[in-house]
């Protein structure tokens, strides 16, 4: 599927250009985790996660925004490239908790 392709292209070519391109010690430590794609690949959703704090890290992003656009333009080839949002990737502390959650539920069923 093209959108699944277009979204693969975008974390590999975000991912360097954030660690490349982009000279803010703030973006050092970012991970682009997955981006997903509309329909039309006129909107992406751009996920990250980062061991800086995370909000700072989603400013400086959404104030590059313009910045990241120009030069994905350069390094890919496409008609149009998408409007980029940025959300942070909660998911490594989501499964965290819930290993945590099953650590608890494992002692107390030990305890009995």
Do not use: C
Request: overall charge negative; aromatic content about 6%.
């Amino acid at each position: 599927m093209r959108k699944d392709r277009v979204a693969s292209v975008l974390v590999r070519e975000l991912s360097m250009i954030i660690a490349q391109d982009i000279n803010d010690p703030r973006l050092h430590l970012v991970t682009i985790t997955h981006v997903d794609v509309s329909p039309d690949i006129k909107n992406a959703t751009v996920y990250f996660s980062s061991l800086e704090d995370r909000q700072e890290v989603l400013k400086v992003l959404q104030g590059a925004k313009g910045y990241i656009r120009t030069h994905l333009a350069h390094r890919v080839r496409m008609k149009a490239i998408p409007d980029l949002s940025f959300k942070i990737d909660d998911s490594f502390e989501k499964g965290r908790h819930i290993d945590a959650l099953f650590e608890q539920i494992d002692k107390h069923d030990q305890e009995e």
